[in-house]
């Protein structure tokens, strides 16, 4: 029978908790859209309401690899979240905003 991870969490030593959190950490920063929509706790039914779509559009989406900067940004925010363009170079970050005006310019 399965243990819960609560129980097996209480056991461990505060070394590895420790490790493991930081591991979970590590991985909460970069994940495929399918995983960071599971984690979101959204069904891709869920959303598929949300973007107006059906559910074999979601599940395309999430396979992709190459997407229009304005699909990932309407999949982010039905899942809550706001995107942000960012290029990094070895003297520092830039974001990038023409994405947003062109999203202001639709809207109006």
């Known amino acids: 029978m399965a243990k819960p991870y609560n129980t097996l969490r209480a056991k ?6 420790a490790k493991a959190e930081e591991q979970t950490r ?3 920063k970069e994940m495929p859209l399918q995983e ?3 984690a979101r706790k959204m069904s891709q039914e869920q959303m ?3 973007l107006h779509t059906n559910q074999s559009n979601v599940s395309r ?5 190459d997407m229009y900067i304005s699909t990932l ?7 809550g ?3 942000e363009v960012v290029a990094r170079f070895p003297d520092g970050s830039v974001r990038i905003n023409q994405f ?3 999203e202001e310019a639709i809207k109006a």
Do not use: H, N, W, Y
């Open 73 to 79: 940004r309407s999949v982010i925010k039905a899942m």
């Open 36 to 38: 960071l929509r599971q």
């Open 100 to 102: 947003e005006e062109i």
């Open 81 to 83: 979240g706001d995107l």
């Open 48 to 50: 598929a309401r949300t």
């Open 12 to 17: 461990m030593a505060p070394e590895a908790r």
């Open 61 to 65: 989406i999430e396979k992709r690899t």
């Open 26 to 28: 590590q991985l909460m």
